[in-house]
Every structure is written in structure tokens, then in C-alpha cells.
């Protein structure tokens, strides 16, 4: 579900269809350049913000809401720009009313920081003045969920499907919040209508098998669970936590070797997760590989110390 730019303006048009071409960085240039002649122009200072914050987006999938296993530094990085695109809306406001979109924006920027708050404030704002849209209602349900708020969470998703039938991630989530509301049957037919509804797709998303998978994880169902991980990884091949869980998967079936397998590729993938490194070492212990174990459970010791020092590196907003 891609962000879109704003409405076409006259002064900024040439910034404007740069972004269109994914020249962004060229497009930040036009627009400072013209912030220097007109500095109080509010157009131009929103449409930087909107850049600015399509930047952070570059190179990732298309979803504000999640940049997975990231290096601390660039993390940080993201933040300071989302902080820099936020001061932007704020300056523009001084000289004219922000639109829904604006605000929606806005919104996605506090999701980068975290801020679930201020973001579910803005999203909210975003669609009163504009109900119709679908997308917002998809990032309001990811940041009532990021806020254990479960119920208004489907209610989200629920009115984003209505305006967005067919919404494969919407559908997913809505799985999600039942799981969270502890729903559990509910949870589980969501996921498998997500997974219907893109089932002659050539572009699967991984989300529906994976979750489905851990929640017939912890229903201690995992003769069930292991072939939906297997296809979570089949599409996201570079997802530490569908090979963790896979894991998880053979290690209930007692398939160690295996386990073994899933588990080190998670570690290899993300290796400054503390818990991944814990877990396989427990499958090195109950294999016998005593020194193997001793050096995952001592890396664990110290990525835990590591954290503690800095415990909040930087805004990882889920899934």
C-alpha cells in the first residue's frame, strides 16, 4: 500500500513530478531552492516534509510501519529524518492550514519514532477530514494495534476492507487484532481469507502464512504450523522471524537438525537478536553440542548487557 504525493501546484511542479520519478533527491534540492526565494510558502515546506519522509521509505517495501532488522545506525538515521520532515509540517502550519494528507503524513512520521500517541491523534484528524481513505484507516488500525488498543484496531481494518475490499494486508491485520483480543478462531479464518484472496497473486505477502503459523504455534498445533512457516519463507526468504519460528516449528516436532538449520539462519540474518541467539543454543544443548551452546548462551549474556545500556536504540514499529 504505497504512500501517494499531493495534489498538483503550479509553483512546485517540477519538485513534484521528481518525486513521481523516484528522484528524490533531486526533488529535495528543487524545493529548498525554492524555500530560499519563499520561505513562507506552506506548500513548499509540506511538500518537503512529504519528501522528505518518501525518503526514509527508499529502498524498503512500501509500508511506514515496519523496517525489520535494521543496524542501529540506520535506525537512526530514519528517526532524525522523520524528526527533520516533522519540523517541516510544523513550519508549514505557522503559514497555512495542513490537508488530510498532510496530516496523515504527520501521523507516519510519529510511527517512525514511535510516538503511537501522537501518530493514532493525527491519523485520527486525517480521517475526519477525509473518511474515504483507505489507506489511513489501514495506519490508524497499525497504530491502535501497536497500542494494545485490539478492538479499535479491528474496527480499523474493518472499515479499511469496507472501503478496500480484497485488502490482503488489512485482512492480516484484522487476524492480528483478533489473536490480540484472544479470538482465536476469528483470528485464524482472517488469516486464511488473507491468504485465499492472493492465492493466484504473483506477488504473495508473507504476513497471513507466518502469522497463522505462530498462532497454531502457540495453540501447540505444529504439525499444522510448520507447512505455513515453510511458505512464509518460500516468499520472504530474508525474514529472521519466519526462520525462528520455523524453528520453533521443528524443535516442538523434535526435528533438531533442522531446527539447528532454521534457527542459525535467523542468526546469521539478524545477528544482535539476543533471543535468537538463546534459542539456538538451547537446540545445540539438547543436542549435545555443549561448547556450541556455551557460546551462544555467553553471546546472548552480552548482546543483553548491550541492551540494557541502550535500551531503545531506535523505533522498530512492528509488523
Not at 512457516?229 to 525462528?244: F, G
Amino acid at each position: 500500500m504505497s504512500v501517494r504525493p499531493p495534489d498538483e501546484n503550479m509553483d512546485l511542479a517540477e519538485a513534484k513530478s521528481l518525486v513521481q520519478q523516484g528522484k528524490l533527491n533531486e526533488a529535495e534540492r528543487t524545493v529548498r531552492q525554492s524555500l530560499q526565494h519563499q520561505p513562507q510558502s506552506a506548500d513548499a515546506h509540506f511538500l518537503l516534509g512529504y519528501i522528505l519522509f518518501r525518503e526514509i521509505q527508499a529502498g524498503v517495501e512500501p509500508q511506514a510501519e515496519e523496517y525489520p532488522n535494521l543496524p542501529e545506525s540506520e535506525l537512526k538515521l530514519r528517526k532524525e529524518k522523520a524528526s527533520e520532515s516533522l519540523a517541516q509540517f510544523t513550519e508549514g502550519a505557522k503559514y497555512h492550514d495542513p490537508s488530510a494528507f498532510d496530516l496523515k503524513i504527520v501521523a507516519l512520521d510519529y510511527v517512525l519514532l514511535g510516538a503511537y500517541t501522537d501518530a493514532d491523534k493525527w491519523l485520527t484528524k486525517s480521517l475526519q477530514w477525509n473518511p474515504k481513505d483507505s489507506q489511513g484507516w489501514y495506519y490508524l488500525g497499525r497504530t491502535k494495534y501497536n497500542e494494545n488498543r485490539f478492538e479499535e484496531a479491528a474496527g480499523a481494518f474493518k472499515k479499511c476492507l469496507e472501503l478496500d475490499p480484497g485488502n490482503v494486508k488489512a485482512e492480516d491485520n484484522l487476524g492480528l487484532s483478533y489473536a490480540g483480543l484472544g479470538r482465536t478462531e476469528e483470528a485464524i479464518a482472517a488469516y486464511q481469507k488473507a491468504i485465499e484472496w492472493q492465492s493466484k497473486s504473483l506477488d504473495k505477502k508473507s504476513g497471513p502464512f507466518l502469522n497463522l503459523g505462530i498462532l497454531l504455534l502457540d495453540q501447540h498445533r505444529a504439525p499444522e504450523a510448520v507447512p505455513y512457516l515453510q511458505k512464509a519463507i518460500e516468499i520472504s526468504p530474508e525474514d529472521p522471524k519466519a526462520h525462528q519460528q520455523l524453528g520453533k516449528g521443528y524443535s516442538a516436532l523434535d526435528r533438531l537438525p533442522e531446527a539447528q538449520a532454521e534457527l542459525e539462519k535467523a542468526v546469521q540474518l539478524d545477528p544482535q537478536s539476543a533471543p535468537l541467539h538463546f534459542m539456538l543454543g538451547q537446540i545445540y544443548r539438547r543436542e549435545g553440542l555443549s561448547e556450541k551452546a556455551k557460546i551462544e548462551f555467553d553471546r546472548t549474556t552480552s548482546l543483553n548487557a548491550l541492551r540494557s545500556l541502550n535500551p531503545n536504540p531506535g523505533a522498530n514499529p512492528g509488523k
